[in-house]
């Protein structure tokens, strides 16, 4: 099943290279809800989340031809999804947190999360500030290095460190909070 999709936008992507707009419009409408989701994530308004996603495939249309076929093309549009709500996160002076602080552990119960479900949870995140929430995502949800955040989001290793901890403090109280 995953081959067919994986056939399916490949094809799409080709006649979209060779000027065919109607298949854009149809790979569009097809990764749209999901790379809306993914540009909610970082940021917690829906007209940003909306800003962030034209830009997006604005972008993904202009750079089509550097796709390579040899991978998921949504997981390509994610890439560029998130890297434009991150420029635009950054545009807006919002990565700016530097720290050298030094934070204890934080002792997560793990049954807590248990009891909400994964749209709760979403709302919480991105309630979070702009700067823990987009350090939550990149290293919680897509899997990035505290080194790779630090590259992307121009703050230090140990300021993308300091974001997610109190980042997750911040959600362990909130969701203590909802769940009592």
Known sequence: MAADKRDTEWKLVKQSLQGDHSAFELLYKSLSPKMYAVSLRYTHQDQDAQDVLQEAFIRIYKNLKQFKFNGS???????????????????KGRMKENSTEVLPDLPVDPKSFEKLKYDDLMKLVRALPDGYRSVFNLYV????????IGEMLGVTESTSKTQLYKARLALQKKVLETIE
């Open 73 to 91: 093309f949504e997981g390509w549009c994610r890439r560029i999804v998130t890297n434009t709500a991150i420029e635009a996160l950054r545009k």
């Open 141 to 148: 949800i897509d899997g990035f290095s505290h080194r790779e």
